[in-house]
């Protein structure tokens, strides 16, 4: 590898290497004694955390989590209590002065220890004491100068974290000076210390390096003949007594000549780290001032040109134009601003802001017909698990004029760029009823909107993201960033075939494998280990430059050379987005293919249904195609008010995420084809419908369309890389048919509304609160965050499949298996109890139908159920202050229940606790099973308690515990909850979009 000498300080060229050709040497800092030393601590967490990794040399960043993995060492405070011992030992008796410690501090900075003694041999009293700060960094301990063979820190307590410990104890003959320090700290804590092979090279995989681009490139690659002579002449002084270390810096500096013949200048952002908590919260997490933009000379990296300083702001990311003069970036130029997407050509002249607003615009990058694409957080929506604001896809001219609206995505896209033949390839996060980790998959669009196409990755459960995808100059890959749905925006670069499937693991190639990447069945999104790499930047099909946390680094793919391009900064920040400056080839643009005047509708033909559900699903069985919208997440509410796993809002117990909206139904014809129109720029689905209203088949992803728009589809969950098949469809030769809307309405799905009035008229007269069949109560009294019939039909007894009445799918974290279940039939009404009972009308134990249910109401309830059983339409909420923005409960109820139950039902109940369901009944609150159970039958209770304990309702306990519901039916008569008479959306509630 070679690393470019004058940028002071690169991480490498802190020894005494001399320069080829002759030079003056450099002293080097004092040797780390612990290297050479045995260490043992008193208490070890586990088999990643041993006392071994404290004195290994390796240094993880402040906040890198499980970056510590066999590179720290922790106690077990569990077992341990708030101390510990820690002992370097030596073979033979060595000089010593100095220690070092580096406080664990990558998951929380409590888990430094405090307070501190040192021993020497086996000395009974401690040479040194004092006290460690809790800082992320080198902390001084000095002893008098000592020749001895162990050294014992004795750790007397931490800063109260859950496992404190050390990621480095290092240890010195003499004091090392500040300067000296510095270096240690640079080599130790640089991204380059975990990445040894970096310094290796080999003569011969450098010469078929040299030979395979003068192939690729012919008469561009001009340097090819000198480079081999150089070649020749190293590995002939190799051969000779010349000073191995100067052959080996020579090669070196080959190597990088060679990986970056042309390249001249960089475009580079120099910034702190932002350290985001997912991969979609970047452009509002992590803020810290300071860096800038720069053009940087590759022949001398200290030569730097500002083009924009950043003292108080941050710049985010950066793409250079087609004809390598101008460049976007994103600029927050104060934390209390946004980003906004601004240019500069690269001589420094013509700085310009093209956006501008209370939101964030970022990510951008020049298209092949002048325009810009870019993600923009102005439509008020944001993450139903989280609360970023949602960032989509837009588009605007050079001059910042005419934004469009590209993406309709209710979740998050991310870093858009172009592909070879002008489309945009991006990011996109969803989870339409599935998990939320997965999936950040690939997605291509035209640049008027039009054609969007799943491009890979849509069904594959590791890694969680892809993102930051460039084509690879002269082939159909894609090179990107796999990570994690957790944590910051780096981790393995990969190369992506997607011709050898579109969520197939032969597709995937992980080009860095220090960094392990799960198999695509497999895991649950989230990703381990170091965790480097980031903003991959292919310059021809064998070359590429990445940053990795700090330098950037230029490499083959297939990873036979590599070089630091450009070392990190002295100042801790790092560099990001690394781009060569110089003209690149412009992909064609594509025309758009949408009239100037149009309605706000498209025009979908589905050319055969049944292509992908054959032969679960039988020829003439699917009659309708239901068309239903995903409804945005429109409140900001704090995580920390989160209930069923991530909700926040609440929509449903554990199920959908988001709020339906049912658009209507459109037939099908005889032979699988329907051609329909659909409202445009929104996030829709479809779902496959028989006879009876059951979805024999759903999406569990969405699309968008633009006004006017045509789009074809093959089939049901067909093949993406399967063409239409050569038939003569019966939809086309007839118009477009309209949307039948559903009877209710389109609006969001409100399950107060829409369902529970079939049960209140064909169930509640059986399935009444008291003594209901089977301990069924449907009626609909509001519960603290439903109602009862839900919480009885949906919410009790759930599972990974749903509940025992309803089949619905888990969106929990941990649930990822089912994204890969998408065998038709597999969930919803065709697997659900409470379909079948609907559908037969829910016979008696002699065969006799129980009622008669009318098919609108039958619709409604398998409509519910395919809906993956949402209760509430939308996220608007009345209490946003509340837990899931949702649940009422009286304030007093659990302390009025346990004096109650100590006095009253210790004879039963062990320790006189109450039985409870895990929900309770707000209105109507007589007929919680509380109050229920223990009334005598003659005063209308199920006295299920055998000998009443409470006569009549005038018992005082009784109207004590029913009191409390008092203050409660006050507050809802005058704010009622979203899903009551009268409910409104709260006014103070936080829409902010920045």
């Known amino acids: 590898m070679g690393v470019p000498r004058g940028w002071v300080p690169g991480v490498l060229v802190f020894f005494a290497l001399v320069a ?27 088999q990643h955390y041993l006392a071994k990794f404290a004195t290994d040399n390796k240094i993880p960043h402040a906040g890198s ?97 859950f496992n404190p410990g050390a990621l480095e104890i290092q240890a010195f003959s003499r004091s090392p000076s500040d300067k000296e320090l510095a270096r240690i700290t640079a080599q130790a804590t640089s991204t ?14 450098i010469r078929e390096l040299i030979l395979a681009l003068r192939r690729l490139h012919g008469e561009q690659y001009a340097q090819a003949t000198e480079h081999l002579a150089r070649l020749e002449t190293l590995e002939a002084a190799a051969r000779s007594a010349a000073d191995p270390e100067q052959v080996q810096e020579a090669l070196e500096d080959l190597e990088r000549d060679v990986l970056l013949f042309d390249v001249d200048e960089f475009l580079v952002i120099q910034r702190h780290e932002i350290m985001a908590s997912h991969v979609y919260t970047y452009h509002y997490e992590g803020f810290r001032a300071g860096g800038g933009l720069y053009v940087v000379s590759r022949k001398d990296p200290s030569n730097k040109k500002l083009l924009v300083e950043s003292p108080t702001g941050q710049i985010l990311d950066c793409d250079l134009s087609y004809d390598g003069r101008t460049a976007l970036f994103s600029w927050r130029r104060k934390e209390n601003e946004g980003y906004h997407v601004w240019s500069i050509h690269v001589d420094g002249t013509g700085l310009r802001q093209l956006t501008n607003g209370q939101w964030h615009d970022y990510n951008a990058c020049w298209l092949p017909d002048g325009g810009i694409a870019f993600l923009s957080t102005r439509s008020p929506q944001f993450a139903y698990c989280w609360h970023a604001p949602v960032g989509i896809l837009h588009r605007m001219n050079a001059d910042g004029s005419g934004v469009r609206q590209l993406s309709a995505n209710y979740l998050n896209d991310f870093t858009p760029a172009v592909l070879d033949d002008g489309r945009i390839i991006y990011t996109r996060w969803e989870y339409v009823d599935r998990p939320a980790i997965p999936i950040q998959s690939l997605w291509t669009i035209n640049p008027d909107g039009t054609g969007l196409l799943g491009y890979f990755g849509n069904r594959v459960l590791s890694p969680g993201t892809f993102m ?98 450009l070392p990190e900064p002295d100042n801790g920040m790092q560099l990001f987005c690394p781009q060569p400056i110089r003209p690149r080839p412009r992909p064609p643009a594509i025309p758009s293919t949408l009239p100037p005047d149009s309605d706000d509708y498209a025009t979908v033909f589905l050319q055969d249904v049944y292509n992908g559900l054959e032969p679960y699903v039988h020829r003439g069985e699917v009659k309708t195609i239901r068309v239903v919208r995903e409804m945005p997440k429109t409140v900001r509410i704090d995580p920390s008010l989160r209930a069923f796993g991530f909700q926040f809002p609440v929509i449903s117990c554990g199920a959908t995420y988001a709020g339906k909206t049912v658009l209507g139904d459109v037939p099908v014809e005889a032979d699988g084809s329907a051609c329909f129109r659909v409202p445009a720029r929104m996030p829709i689905y479809f779902l496959a419908l028989d006879a ?50 559903p009877e209710w309405g389109v609006t969001g799905f409100d399950y107060a509304r829409i369902v529970q009035p079939v049960l209140d008229r064909y169930c509640v007269e059986c399935h009444k609160p008291v003594d209901p069949p089977k301990g069924l109560d449907l009626t609909g009294s509001k519960t603290d965050f439903f109602n009862v019939s839900y919480e009885m039909l949906a919410r009790e007894k759930q599972g990974g499949r749903g509940s025992p009445y309803v089949n619905w799918i888990p969106t929990y974290n941990g649930q990822e298996w089912n994204i890969l279940e998408v065998r038709p039939k597999t969930w919803g009404s065709p697997q659900s109890k409470l379909a079948e009972i609907v559908l037969s009308n829910h016979p008696d134990e002699n065969g006799k139908p129980r009622f008669t249910m009318d098919e609108t109401s039958r619709r409604r309830i398998l ?62 609150p007589e007929f919680n099973p509380f109050l229920v159970a223990p009334l005598s039958k003659t005063a209308g209770g199920s006295q299920k308690c055998g000998k009443a304990v409470f006569v009549d309702k005038t018992d005082p306990d009784y109207q004590k515990i029913l009191a409390t519901f008092a203050p409660v039916t006050t507050m809802l008569k005058t704010r009622p909850r979203i899903d009551m008479p009268g409910g409104k959306p709260a006014a103070d509630v936080c829409r902010d979009c920045q």
Not at 501 to 519: L, S
Not at 713 to 729: F, I, K, N
């Open 20 to 46: 080829w050709g002759g030079g003056a040497a450099v002293a080097a800092p004092p040797e780390n004694l612990a290297l050479k030393a045995t260490a043992w601590a008193s208490s070890e967490h586990n």
């Open 65 to 161: 989590a499980s970056a510590d993995l066999d590179a720290a060492w922790c106690v077990l405070k569990a077992r341990s209590g708030d101390q510990a011992e820690f002992t370097l030992t030596w073979p033979q008796p060595v000089e010593l002065e100095e220690l070092i410690y580096w406080g664990r501090t990558t998951w929380f900075m409590n888990e430094c220890w405090k307070d501190y003694e040192v021993y020497l041999d086996g000395a009974r009293q401690p040479v040194v004491r004092g006290t460690f700060q809790m800082i992320h960094g080198p902390q001084r301990v000095k002893i008098p100068a000592s020749r001895v063979s162990k050294v014992t820190l004795k750790f007397l307590n931490s800063y109260g974290g």
């Open 192 to 205: 380059l210390a975990i990445m040894p092979w970096v310094e290796k090279n080999d003569p011969k995989q």
């Open 468 to 565: 930051e995808a460039r084509p690879i100059p002269g082939s159909t890959k894609i090179l990107c960033t796999m990570t994690g749905h957790n944590g910051p925006t780096r981790g393995a670069i990969g190369v992506i075939d997607r011709s050898r499937g579109v969520n197939a693991q032969e597709a995937i190639e992980n080009i860095t494998p220090d960094v392990p990447v799960p198999k695509v069945h497999e895991g649950c999104g989230n990703t381990d280990g170091t965790k480097q790499y980031s903003c991959p930047y292919p310059l021809d099909p064998l070359r590429f430059l990445c940053s990795i946390r700090g330098p950037v680094l230029v490499r083959t793919l297939a990873g036979e050379c590599q070089s630091v391009a």
């Open 692 to 741: 009876e209203g059951r979805a024999v088949q759903r999406m569990r992803s969405f699309t968008h369309f633009m006004p006017g728009e045509v789009q074809g589809c093959v089939g049901c969950h067909e093949h993406r890389l399967q063409t239409s098949r050569p038939l003569a469809p019966l939809a086309p030769g007839r118009m477009p048919k309209t949307l039948e809307p």
């Open 863 to 924: 409509a519910w159920i395919d809906l993956n059983v949402p209760y509430y339409g939308s996220s608007e909420t009345a209490y946003p202050e509340k837990i899931g923005c949702r649940q009422i409960l009286p304030e007093n109820l659990d302390r009025v229940l346990a004096d109650v139950g100590s006095r009253r039902c210790h004879s039963c109940h062990a320790g006189g606790k109450v039985p409870r369901r895990e929900w309770v009944r707000i209105t109507e």
